[in-house]
């Protein structure tokens, strides 16, 4: 009895609440030593691990044997795609496919992502779309896909024209977030996590912005309980949001602060030469610069979110070879558009509040690309 | 109102019941020539036709018609796919992507399936993964859609290892079935649409069953009144067993009847070089013979099961050159398999009774593969 109390001691649970497709959110250090939190979201005896190859060497081992050990039944494959965003596609897509077909599985498995937010949108989409759909579970091992992208069920691939094109909603069985994992990752990769966390604040928890504000230094330090709070805020964040709008029929696009831009960065610049929370920085710029313009906020706050973003080492401006036809073209392709009017998610009154609407002045919309591009 | 009244007379629906996403099927002659009965579901002001060569010299211009006549805000593109099983593919399917991307079509776009079985499925499955989900609509133009394959929300495209093994579940807006469509069709696309009509006798309506037999010859003449009530009952049929299980946890499986080993046939023997009908015509009589065999129904039924193939031209065997051991590989990775056990859908009882179950004697499957193999 002691144990498990202890156990319960180690993790916190953030639920997403979707009637009879809701799940929990596990957060905490040494969860993957904690087999039986994983083997209960198990589904049948087959199971396929979709990792890369930077992540397999350091927890597909470790991963296997929280979903194998006292758990003599199951039978664990595994597939590590290459790293990176460019790798994003339909052609990696199908090497998961290749894998659970060869290895038999059938619609009882379960597939696991083991990785970042590419992983997770490829293994997610891979298990929409294997046999019509199997189960899936997501162990996120980056600050973006624990605090952002492996929560709420949007899986996808990119196409050549756009990112995220083709994909599907589909809800995990639970999501397992083991923090120290954080422990190997790369300065740049935990900056990027962090645009991320400073959307939340800005879109809707002005209370969490002011807390970052104060907590920045720690996190960029990877202080372990700043760490968790930020990781547990910004889910509660993400799940509020998500029960309220699976579909992304209005507020969830508010989750798209700075992405617009921040996608036509990744599109024109070149998937993963700039991470993608890199790209939302900037973008969040652009976007906050948009929203001034506009006069829909005041010169106080723009400071604040470029001071915070320094203080996360992220970029405040796309790269210099950004075209405003480079931005143009990638945002007509991008979801939001809605019958040929992009809509934008643009901050509007006191910190904590923002919009989604294609009701603006171009004229705002096209100074903020000049200002910001050479040509 | 006296328009209005003849118009009604021209179609009846076959309601499909799914809760919010339920969709009425239009079965009548002359329904492109209505075009309101199109338009009120198609959403937003921009609709993808996806077609194959065949269809598209036939069909196009008068479905386009339909889709804008007295509707100028609407425009239309279409994607002309290669016609054939053989291109039910990742690469055909990344063509309407492609299309629908160079359009910026958005997320309020109507893609439009105009064709037969494999089209429903990829445009499907296209609609089902652009944006991560857009509205569909069904415009079946062989029996083999009409009856089956438009109804029910099952689209995806085949792997080389087996068929239809990526896909998603995604119900269309509606399914409009002009029966004067068929007046185009090859009589072995006819014959094949047939074997599907036949199914639903077998597994769950024993006096529709009895009407084909006595009106097999007037179906194989195409008398339009025959062809009809097949088309409505047939979708009758269908619309039930989906309302009830929608994901196939079970009862939907039993739709399956002659298709594990009619899949084999058309994956053994490569696809498209017999017709999905012919091979699940083929593949009836197997699962009929090992149903005897096991003792489940008698050798009155088996007779009447071959008399109403014949009179519908179908084969009732597999080609001489599938092996015991092409069934065995492509059976081992059908989508009915759980957890290592093939289950299979077997007739039992008196007509109009099927099983969809694991628990049968494997010597019977093996005496009827062994049957109907000649290595």
Chains 1, 2 share one sequence.
């Not at 498990?4 to 001691?9: D, F, H, N, V």
């Not at 809701?22 to 250090?29: A, E, L, R």
């Not at 799940?239 to 989750?255: F, I, M, N, P």
């Amino acid at each position: 009895m002691e144990a498990s109390s202890k156990e319960k001691a180690l993790h916190q649970t953030v639920k997403v609440d979707l009637g009879n497709r809701s799940y929990p959110i596990y957060i905490g250090s040494g969860l993957l030593d904690q087999p039986e939190l994983l083997q209960k979201h198990v589904h049948g005896k087959r199971v396929l691990v979709v990792t890369n190859s930077t992540v397999a060497p350091l927890y597909l081992d470790k991963v296997v044997d929280a979903l194998t050990r006292g758990n003599p039944n199951v039978t664990v494959d595994s597939v590590i795609l290459p790293d990176g965003e460019k790798y994003k596609n339909m052609e990696t897509l199908m090497k998961v496919f290749d894998k659970a077909i060869e290895s038999r599985l059938d619609r009882r498995c379960t597939f696991v992502a083991l990785g970042g937010g590419v992983i997770g949108d490829m293994c997610g989409f891979a298990a929409a779309s294997f046999l019509r759909g199997v189960n899936f579970i997501q162990i996120p091992t980056t600050v973006m896909a624990q605090v952002d992208s492996s929560v709420g069920g949007k899986t996808g691939i990119n196409h050549p024209l756009g990112k995220n094109l083709i994909g599907a909603f589909y809800q995990p069985q639970c999501v397992l977030i083991d923090t120290d994992t954080l422990n190997t990752l790369p300065d740049r990769e935990l900056a990027s996590g962090l645009a991320e966390v400073i959307k939340y604040g800005l879109i809707r928890d002005a209370v969490f912005f002011e807390w970052q504000e104060k907590n920045m230094t720690a996190l960029i330090a990877r202080d372990p309980s700043a760490m968790a709070y930020a990781i547990k805020r910004s889910c509660e964040n993400k799940a509020e949001v998500v029960s309220l709008d699976e579909k992304e029929s209005g507020l969830r696009a508010t989750l798209n602060l700075g992405h617009t831009f921040g996608h036509a960065i990744e599109t024109g610049f070149g998937y993963g030469v700039w991470l993608h929370g890199e790209a939302v920085a900037a973008g969040t710029v652009m976007a906050v610069d948009m929203s001034y313009r506009l006069g829909w906020i005041d010169d106080q706050l723009v400071k604040r979110i470029h001071n915070i973003l320094q203080q996360a080492k992220l970029p405040t401006a796309p790269p210099d070879t950004m075209t405003v036809e480079m931005f143009k073209s990638v945002m007509a392709v991008d979801k939001k558009v809605a019958d040929g009017l992009l809509r934008l998610i643009l901050l509007k009154g006191p910190l904590g509040n923002c919009v989604f609407t294609g009701d603006y002045d171009r004229k705002a919309l096209d100074d903020t690309l000049r200002a910001f591009c050479k040509s």
